[in-house]
C-alpha cells in the first residue's frame, strides 16, 4: 500500500513564525500535491508538482511556497504565517498524469496547524 | 464555473438502514468521478471511480451510479456499519484540467 507520511499531526505557531510541513510519499510518484481542507469548503489545492525541483501554483498559492528537492518529499513553507492559515493541511501523491485521471490520489493523514 | 455540489451537508441514520448521497457537477469537459471516503482524523481515501461511459459500479455495500446527461452521481451505502461514519468526497476530474472537489457530505451512523 502507498504509504503518505506528513511529519506532524498537530502544530501550533505564532503569527509571524516561518513554518515548514513536510510529507514523503514511498510508492516513487512522480505527484505530490499539497491542499488545505477548511469546513464547509471542499479540498483547495496550494500547490502541485509533477517532478522533482518542479512546481505549479494550485488555486490559492499565496502565503505559501514549496521545495521537492528529491522525489518522495514534498515541503510545504509558510513564509510569515497568518492567523487565516489556520486549517488542515493534507498532502497527497499519485502516478500519471498530474490531475489524477486514471490514478486515484493518496493522502497522508493531514496537519492541523493552529496559528495564534 | 466548473462546480460540485454535494447533498445532504450531513446525514444521520440508524445502524443497518441505506442511505443514497448525490453529487452535482457543472464540469466539462468530463473525464472521470472519483468518491472518496474520509474518516476523522485521516486522509481521504479512494472508494471507486466512474467514467463517462460507466452507469453503475459497486464496491462492497458501496454503489456508485453516473448519470452524464444530468450531470449527477450518487454514491448509495447498503445495511449501513458504524464504521461508514464518514465523510464522502465527490471529486471531478476535467481532461488537461485540475481535480474539482466537493464539500463532502458526513455521514454518522447511530446503534
Known amino acids: 500500500d502507498v504509504k503518505v507520511t506528513q511529519s506532524s499531526r498537530y502544530l501550533v505557531k505564532r503569527t509571524g513564525e516561518k513554518v515548514f510541513l513536510e510529507c514523503v510519499q514511498d510508492?516513487?510518484?512522480?505527484?505530490m500535491f499539497w491542499y488545505r481542507q477548511d469546513p464547509g469548503l471542499g479540498l483547495r489545492l496550494i500547490y502541485f508538482?509533477?517532478?522533482?525541483?518542479?512546481?505549479e501554483k494550485g488555486d490559492i498559492p499565496e502565503g505559501y511556497s514549496v521545495s521537492r528537492e528529491k522525489k518522495e518529499r514534498f515541503s510545504l513553507i509558510l513564509e510569515s504565517a497568518s492567523t487565516n492559515q489556520t486549517s488542515m493541511y493534507l498532502c497527497a501523491s499519485s502516478l500519471g498524469d498530474w490531475d489524477g485521471v486514471g490514478s486515484p490520489l493518496h493522502f497522508g493523514n493531514g496537519t492541523r496547524l493552529t496559528v495564534t | 464555473k466548473n462546480q460540485v455540489e454535494q447533498s445532504p451537508q450531513s446525514l444521520i441514520i440508524l445502524e443497518g438502514k441505506n442511505c443514497t448521497l448525490q453529487?452535482?457537477?457543472?464540469?466539462?469537459?468530463?473525464?472521470?468521478l472519483r468518491w472518496y471516503k474520509q474518516d476523522t482524523g485521516r486522509g481521504p481515501v479512494s472508494l471507486t471511480i466512474m467514467t463517462f461511459s460507466e452507469n453503475t459500479k459497486s464496491n462492497g455495500r458501496y454503489t456508485a451510479t453516473l448519470d452524464a446527461d444530468t450531470k449527477q452521481s450518487s454514491l448509495h451505502i447498503t445495511a449501513s456499519q458504524l464504521s461508514d461514519s464518514a465523510s464522502y468526497i465527490c471529486v471531478v476530474s476535467s481532461r488537461g484540467n485540475k481535480l474539482v472537489f466537493g464539500a463532502g457530505t458526513i455521514l454518522r451512523v447511530k446503534s
Open positions: 508538482s509533477y517532478d522533482v525541483k518542479m512546481k
Open positions: 510508492m516513487d510518484h512522480e505527484n
Open positions: 453529487c452535482n457537477y457543472t464540469v466539462s469537459p468530463f473525464s472521470n
